[in-house]
């Protein structure tokens, strides 16, 4: 058994529910997102799972020497002041690779925010990739993937069903996460 299996599943004590198989390419939609914590368990579970998955964060915590095993993890340096062909350029990237799964958290920050972002799902559009939903659940300890949405275009009707299967997921801080409701 490898650490990340054992410090996930033993040691942390989490379990998996998870009936989806992962296409080879694919945006991972990850919610709820209140604590820095989500990101190490999210780490954690992939490296126990034998899954290469990529995601964003801010430019500033890219310095050294963070920055190059950011890089390495899979990570992706993003300007927030500079989005506009972010959705691009990532959806350029998923076209010319062969295994490509990036992960995204739709609230954008760890504190409360009702208006989530919707890069993820313009990325996944322009590439035509299906976006798989992926749930932490710390009440439960559950890290849970059972529906899979190919984007339609028709943004606020998909919206609306991805905030529906995030809303009985409880953060780390609860008082953190809202799906606008």
Known sequence: ????RWF???WSGWKKD????HPKKCVICLAPHTSNKDFI??????????????????????FWPLGPILRKMGGIAILRSEQEGMTDFLSLR???????????TPEGTRSLNPEWKSGFYYIALKAKLPIMLYGLDYKRRLIQ????????????????????YYKDFTGLHPERFTTGD
């Open 94 to 104: 998923a076209s010319e690779e062969d295994i490509f799964h990036l992960c995204v």
């Open 145 to 164: 993937c059972n529906k899979i949405l190919m984007p339609t275009g028709d943004f606020e009707k998909d919206m609306l069903e991805i905030k529906q």
């Open 8 to 10: 996930i599943y033993k």
């Open 41 to 62: 368990i999210g780490q954690m579970y992939a490296k126990a799972e034998k899954l290469k998955i990529c995601f964003l964060m801010k430019k500033e915590w890219f």
């Open 1 to 4: 058994m490898n650490f990340c």
């Open 18 to 21: 998870v009936t989806i198989e």
